[in-house]
């Protein structure tokens, strides 16, 4: 393979292409047909070591043929070159060593006083009030380790209202909006709204858009909510050659969670948030069922730190457990994530003499604040970047699932290029418990996610005067409080105070 560096200008835009809400499709008149692949695309191929795509051209279809150029003809290939180049070279090589992260970086829990709670939380109200905070929810994945083709938010983890955590997470917007517009509002309350905006993939596009709006956007305003598409590269053999998916098309896969900016900023949705007056990004994964949308809390803490980037942990469990970890890389370097397979065993069971704590305890549970102003400078940044991870997968080819490797870029990328990053521990039971593998798994599960919502929501209503009957034991059941009554437990004296609740069941308005 060549240097494409001359060819750069002729070039595709090295932005994957995004859609928003509308959608606009230009039709394209199709070529006459043809007999042989374009001799100009054959030769580009063959100076990227790619030619074989065409090896199967004449048992093609004249309708095969046309969509095998169209589907090669929409890549960018001086930029993937670099990225499969830089990617592939950079294994094996030696990276910087790590050092545990400063224990003064951290908010801890321990650490807060109720001043700085209160503090923070009218401080996020607020900034909510004033339209400066949006949202950005991952959602590019299909629920196939959970057993559905759905995309993967569209899942009923069995919660006793039956919402998917789609909806649980609008419904917690719309809780939010409305105790912005209470606690701050002065006079009559005047609407709050919190723009969402959610990332799909290709595979996930269409029937997400679907999904909600036959649901009426769960009570939200549907201009409130702008959708858009992560990119793709064609996932690759171990010396770099592309998989065929079928004769004529090539096997792709998402670019990544840390795709994101680069689809925002092609989407132009980081000028829409600018012009909207958002400063303040909260950003996080479809697949925690108790994640805290647009926290108050946390947005508050960001904006006192005044810092670039922030992001909420909890404390690893034990030292085998197999989360990625905040670390500073190199000396006195950035705050960056490793995962678990970096740690040896020495590191991973070390123990801060201090503290009593790991020394690397802080995992990365893909809950992030950004201000806007540096996500542009990231989406320009990882744009550039031509190292992206590599992950060794089974790939769809035409012969069957082969090992093949998948290019993809996290979001945690992104810390390696703030000028600060603030660290906020959270509760594992209160705002992690996510759905990632199906029941009857070790962890992660949806039975594991349903028991961790019925658990707490159990402590905020007896918490608030209210009693329990049931009929299995407790540890096996619980109730269930609608996020439209109650963001994190508050306000439920008037629902639940003297009243008995039979366990398992819904709280709601």
Known sequence: MRDPSMERENGASDSTAATTTTTTTTEIASPPPMNSPRQALVERLKDYGQEDVFALWDELSPEEREFLVRDIESLDLPRIDRIIRCSLHSQGLPVAA?????????????????????????????????????????????????????????????LPSGKSLFQIQAERILCIQ???????????????????????????????????????????????????????????????KFIMETPFSLAKAPDGNGGVYGALKSSRLLEDMASRGIKYVDCYGVDNVMVRVADPTFLGYFIDKGAASAAKVVRKAYPQEQVGVFVRRGKGGPLTVVEYSELDQSMASAI?????????????????????????????????????HLAEKKI?????????????????????????TALFEVLREEEFAPVKNVNGSNFDTPESARLSVLRLHTRWVIAAGGFLTHSVPLYATGVEVSPLCSYAGENLEAICRGRTFHAPCEISL
């Open 178 to 240: 409305r105790l912005a517009a209470q606690v701050v509002g002065e006079g009559p309350t005047r609407p709050v709204t919190i723009h969402w905006y959610i990332m799909t993939s290709p595979f996930t596009d269409e029937a997400t858009r679907k999904y909600f709006s036959s649901h009426k956007y769960f009570g939200l305003e549907p201009d409130q909510i702008s959708f858009f598409q992560q990119g793709t590269l064609p996932c690759i053999s171990k010396d770099g």
């Open 352 to 388: 801060n003499q201090r503290t009593g704590r790991l020394q690397y305890c802080w995992s990365n549970v893909c809950l992030h604040m950004f201000t806007l102003d540096f996500i542009n400078q990231v989406a320009t940044g990882l744009e550039k970047d031509s190292v992206y």
């Open 98 to 158: 790590i050092e545990p992260v400063p224990e003064n970086w951290v908010s801890t829990v321990d650490g807060r006083t109720m001043e700085d709670r209160e503090k923070w939380w009218k401080m996020g109200l607020k900034t909510i009030y004033e339209g400066k905070l949006g949202v950005v929810l991952l959602s590019g994945g299909q629920g196939t380790r959970l057993g559905i083709s759905d995309p993967k938010g569209c899942f009923n983890i069995g």
């Open 396 to 420: 769809p080819s035409m012969n069957g699932y082969t090992m093949g490797l998948k290019l993809e870029q996290f979001i945690f990328d992104s810390f390696l290029y703030a000028p600060s």
